[in-house]
């Protein structure tokens, strides 16, 4: 644990191009792949004024503890959440050791959108589990002239003023 | 987890308040919400009930500024810390990168400071962590109500792992960002071990 996840240009632009196909066919307002801390990995469609780092939060939390009901109750998880809305409804799911979140309105239907994320959650749990498989960390990456790795104290005083 | 995205140059890190209750691990992240500034915080969601109590988390975006042209960014969560909110507790620690741990410093709350560090410890185990080894900082708060411990004595009982030790008065902001320097600080240089 707490090896964290190192995602580069590539891995960003495939899971956002992901993204984007799953927003356009489903004709939902915007999509995000959180993972399990409750960080944004990578989104698509227009989030609008939302806030995307208090929703990926706040989602990740949700399904965590929807996970820890389904444990009680004797189920592992619960293959999807649908939160329905007035007016916007969001569409909870996983995607490999990600969360797979849709956010649409009446422009789509449920059954729509469940039908494309089941459609594009084999891609999009393919590109993670790519990330997952290079096993790259943040001292390994060696990306040059990044330089994380060489992180000083002083730097990071710097931060604090 | 740590998250890094090269394509964004970001870090982000996830840094948990744990603790008994009412030992001010909101009042921690309230205030460093009151003293950042607008543009470098994110908005401060607290799912509390009525009474103000922490029912599941709160939640705090914090970017601190650019290292090594990345912009690193660190979320804030509090757990609640009422003994029967333990499977809550528990999911909150997922992917954590630093714990810090805030003592009440209160001779009354005595156990109850004893009873949390070894609940953390469990649910680290639980969640994969080796709870040795986990950046982790200690904070002695309230350290200005007439039954405070002294340092020594609480350092004595709490200390499990030669931890850095921070006296704060979260209320009045006294030792509050000296303690999070000091877990941003090991998260950051722990980054260099993975």
């Known amino acids: 644990m707490g090896s964290g996840m190192v995602i580069r240009e590539e ?10 196909r799953l927003v356009a066919e489903s004709s939902a307002k915007f999509s995000f792949l959180i ?13 609008g004024e939302v806030d995307p780092t208090a929703l990926a939060s706040l989602v990740a939390g949700n399904v965590a503890a929807t996970e820890g009901v389904a444990q009680l109750v004797g189920e592992t998880s619960f293959a999807s959440l649908f939160h329905e809305g ?17 956010v649409f309105d009446e422009r789509s239907s449920l059954g729509l959108v469940r039908l494309r994320v089941q459609q594009l959650t084999a891609p999009i749990s393919d590109a993670i ?10 001292a390994s990456s060696g990306v040059a002239g990044i330089g994380i790795a060489e992180i000083t104290e002083a730097d990071i005083d710097a931060l604090f003023g | 987890m740590t998250f890094i995205n090269y394509a964004a140059r970001e870090i982000n890190c996830k840094v948990v308040y744990y603790g008994p209750g009412l030992c001010g691990k909101t009042t921690n992240i309230q205030l460093i919400h009151a003293r950042s500034r607008e543009d470098s915080r994110g ?3 607290s799912l509390a009930t009525e009474s103000e109590r922490t029912l599941f988390f709160d939640f705090m975006p914090l970017e601190l500024g650019t290292i090594r042209g990345f912009r690193t960014r660190f979320h ?18 997922k992917g954590v990168d630093g714990v810090v741990f805030v003592a009440d410093s209160q001779e009354a709350r005595r156990d109850a400071n004893l009873d949390s560090i070894e609940n953390l410890k469990e649910n680290l185990a639980e969640n994969g962590y080796n709870a040795a080894t986990v950046p982790y900082v200690m904070q ?6 007439p039954t405070a411990m002294p340092v020594e004595e609480m350092t004595r009982e709490l200390s499990w792992r030669n931890e850095p030790i921070f006296e704060a008065v979260a209320p009045k902001g006294q030792g509050v960002f000296e303690t999070l320097k000091g877990i941003v600080k090991l998260v950051l240089l722990d980054l ?3």
């Open chain 1, 11 to 20: 891995d960003h632009s495939r899971l956002t191009g992901l993204l984007e």
């Open chain 1, 35 to 47: 993972d399990r801390a409750g960080q944004r990995i990578a989104s698509g469609g227009d989030l």
């Open chain 1, 86 to 102: 007035q007016k916007e409804s969001l569409h909870i799911s996983s995607a490999g050791p990600s969360i797979l979140l849709v």
């Open chain 1, 129 to 138: 589990q790519l990330i997952e498989d290079r096993g790259e960390t943040v």
């Open chain 2, 43 to 45: 908005k401060l969601i």
């Open chain 2, 76 to 93: 804030l969560y509090t757990v609640p810390g009422q003994v029967f909110y333990d499977a809550s507790r528990k999911l909150i620690l």
């Open chain 2, 140 to 145: 002695l708060n309230k350290r200005d109500t």
């Open chain 2, 192 to 194: 260099k071990k993975h």
